[in-house]
C-alpha cells in the first residue's frame, strides 16, 4: 500500500487549493476501507482547513448547506470555487510563460506538468513554450530533430540534461586528476647551491699595507720622490708589499 504524507493545513491561498485539493484526494484514496462515505470524505477534508476564513467557511458551510456534508464531490467544488483562483487558466498561461528550468530537466518537466493541466493552450503552442523554458545548451542540441508531441519532448530534454551533466561530471574530474597529477610532479625546492658562483671574502695580509694611490703617484703614474724615498726607508717594494730585502 502506498502511504502519503499527511497534507499541509490550507491557509486560503488560492494558489494552494489545487495541490491541496490532490493531496486530500491521494490520502482518501491509499486509506481504503477506512474513509468510504461521503460525510467520512467530507469530515476529513475539513479536518485539515486551517484556522481562521477557511475553518468559518467550512461552518457556514454546515450552517447553510448541510446538504454537502453528504456528497463529497459538491462540497470540493464548493470549496474550490470559493477559495480557487477566479481566473485560473489565465494564471497558469502566466506561470507557463514565466517559467524556466534552473535546475534539472526532470524537475523542470514536473513543473510544466503541474501547471499544464490548468492551460488551453494548443499542442503546438504547448510544444514552443516547453522547448522555450528550456536551458541554451538543451535548446541548441534540441534544434535538428524537435518532437512535436510533448511526451517525445519531456524523454528528449531528460536525455540530453543526463547527458551534458555525465560529460560535465567528467570534465571536472579530469580536471582534478589533470590537477593532482601537475602537483606530484612540481619539483621540490632545493636547497642553496654550493656550486655556485659567490665572491670569497678577502682576508687580511698582515704584510700588505693599504696605501692611497691617487696620493702617492703623480700626474704621469709614478711614485713621487718623496714617497718612493719613504718607501725605501720602509723597505717596501712598489706594490706596498714588505720585500723583507733592506734597501729595496
Known amino acids: 500500500m502506498i502511504k502519503f504524507s499527511d497534507p499541509t493545513r490550507f491557509s486560503g491561498k488560492s494558489k494552494d487549493v489545487d495541490s491541496f485539493v490532490k493531496t486530500i484526494q491521494s490520502r482518501i484514496s491509499s486509506s481504503p476501507g477506512m474513509l468510504v462515505t461521503d460525510f467520512q470524505m467530507v469530515t476529513y477534508f475539513a479536518s485539515w482547513l486551517g484556522s481562521g476564513v477557511p475553518e468559518k467557511w467550512f461552518l457556514g458551510v454546515r450552517e447553510s448547506q448541510p446538504s454537502l456534508l453528504h456528497d463529497y464531490p459538491a462540497f470540493v467544488q464548493a470549496f474550490t470555487n470559493h477559495f480557487g483562483d477566479p481566473d485560473l487558466v489565465e494564471t497558469a498561461h502566466r506561470q507557463l510563460a514565466a517559467l524556466r528550468q534552473t535546475s534539472s530537466a526532470s524537475t523542470y518537466v514536473a513543473r510544466f506538468q503541474e501547471i499544464l493541466v490548468h492551460c488551453k493552450h494548443l499542442d503546438y503552442d504547448m510544444c514552443t513554450q516547453f522547448v522555450d523554458g528550456l536551458k ?28 551534458l551533466y555525465k560529460m560535465k561530471k567528467h570534465h571536472e574530474d579530469f580536471s582534478g586528476r589533470f590537477k593532482s597529477n601537475s602537483s606530484d610532479n612540481t619539483p621540490t625546492s632545493l636547497p642553496p647551491s ?22 702617492v703617484l703623480n700626474s704621469n703614474g709614478k711614485l713621487t720622490p718623496a714617497k718612493k724615498s719613504r718607501c725605501q726607508k720602509l723597505n717596501l717594494c712598489v706594490m706596498g708589499r714588505s720585500t723583507g730585502r733592506p734597501g729595496t
Open 136 to 163: 541554451d545548451e538543451i535548446q541548441v542540441l534540441m534544434l535538428r530533430d524537435c518532437p512535436e508531441v510533448l511526451g517525445e519532448l519531456y524523454r528528449l530534454a531528460i536525455d540530453i540534461d543526463g547527458c
Open 194 to 215: 654550493t656550486s655556485s658562483t659567490s665572491v670569497p671574502t678577502p682576508t687580511h695580509d698582515p704584510d700588505v699595507v693599504e696605501i692611497d694611490i691617487y696620493s
